[in-house]
């Protein structure tokens, strides 16, 4: 907008229109609480003092024939923020802005060709009004955006602190009951304690969705991020392919879940730990657990059944044959096919391993103390990978 002295029948109609701001603004809340759905539900009174400053602010602007300037700008861009938090979307804000304006323009023209003002001089300032409320809008937009994004930080923060404080039992059950119903969720009802790690291939948005049950018209669980992994509680069991690592732990009550989290974290470390995708429990996943867990037991069966074959890839190829034999219920033609190979070189390599470490796997006792000396080996190498 170029600066230029305004004549005078503007000033007066801008000066009229100024000294009627409050009148003016009720009568265009009025006008949008009838149209806008959003604005229907909000006390106009509670409306009406933000709506009279902007309205202020953009008449002193166009009295004074320029552009607003930041601080001005910051008027709108705060009004902004108060819709936003109002529970007003943007799409009905600006909605009501545009209601807004074709109102005022009315309100110019009428006004205006009662105190004699041209035609010309209307236009002109019905196109300065046009740009100068073009610019407010996108501060008013702007503002709205930033409460947006303030509040979903805030809701994401107590959705955060609830799940944690579900999953860890800091919350009493009067608590959870009360907090849980802001999510619609029965507190009733039992849920199983998840937990799921991210991937570079599967980051915690996409996870989460995987993992969210859904159906029905009710939500069915409640996760969050908590120390970097998706964790928190969920009714049902994920299906499908999840190409990570997810541990699951008993159905219980709200107020009783710190041990079924306990066991879901389990789950999840030791499937993490092997390799292993998808969704475990500590039952499926057998001795794995134990495995990882009792490293001392762990390294002194790895040097009684590993250690003696040395490095060598003769070695490995003994250890290999001898990990899948005990593995594929100790047959040896399971074993061939899996490893493509002939059923005699299969039945050397776990004879020269038995020799090698001095045990017969026909022994019960001696086979699981080799099966877990081999799982130690299988995480040393995961972990040097």
Do not use: C
Request: charged share 25%; net charge negative.
């Amino acid at each position: 907008m170029v600066s230029r002295p305004p004549p005078a029948d503007r000033r007066a109609l801008l000066a009229r229109l100024f000294s009627h701001a409050t009148e003016l603004t009720a009568k265009t809340i009025d006008k949008m609480r009838a149209e806008i759905p959003t604005y229907a539900r909000i006390d106009p009174t509670v409306l009406l003092p933000d709506a009279v400053r902007t309205v202020q602010q953009l008449l002193r602007t166009l009295a004074a024939e320029r552009d607003l300037t930041d601080s001005e700008l910051a008027v709108f861009t705060a009004h902004g923020e108060t819709r936003g938090r109002q529970g007003i979307p943007v799409t009905e804000m600006l909605r009501g802005w545009r209601l807004a304006v074709r109102i005022a323009i009315d309100e110019v023209v009428t006004a205006g060709r009662r105190i004699g003002i041209s035609d010309g001089e209307l236009l002109e300032l019905t196109n300065d009004i046009l740009a100068l409320t073009d610019t407010a809008i996108l501060a008013v937009a702007r503002g709205h955006l930033d409460a947006e994004f303030q509040q979903t930080r805030h809701d994401q923060q107590h959705r955060t602190d609830l799940v944690r404080g579900i999953l860890f039992g800091t919350l009493g059950p009067g608590e959870i009951r009360l907090q849980v119903e802001r999510y619609g969720l029965d507190s009733y009802r039992e849920f199983h304690a998840i937990r799921a790690r991210p991937s570079a291939d599967l980051p915690a948005d996409p996870l989460t969705k995987l993992l969210e049950p859904f159906g029905g018209d009710r939500p069915h669980g409640l996760l969050a991020v908590i120390d970097g992994d998706v964790a928190g509680i969920v009714d049902a069991l994920p299906s499908g392919d999840i190409g990570t690592a997810v541990g699951v732990g008993p159905a219980v009550r709200l107020d009783r879940m710190e041990p079924s989290f306990r066991r879901a974290t389990r789950a999840m470390a030791t499937a993490d730990a092997f390799e292993l995708t998808g969704v475990h429990d500590l039952a499926d996943l057998g001795l794995l657990p134990a495995v990882l867990a009792d490293t001392e037991v762990g390294e002194e069966l790895f040097n009684r059944y590993i250690t003696p074959l040395g490095e060598s890839d003769g070695a490995a190829a003994l250890l290999d044959t001898a990990q899948h034999y005990l593995s594929n219920g100790m047959r040896v033609d399971h074993v061939a096919e899996e490893m493509q190979l002939h059923t005699n070189t299969v039945r050397y390599r776990l004879r020269r391993y038995q020799e090698l470490v001095g045990i017969d796997l026909a022994d019960a006792d001696r086979a699981l103390e080799a099966w877990w000396a081999l799982q130690r080996r299988r995480l040393r190498r995961t972990h040097r990978e």
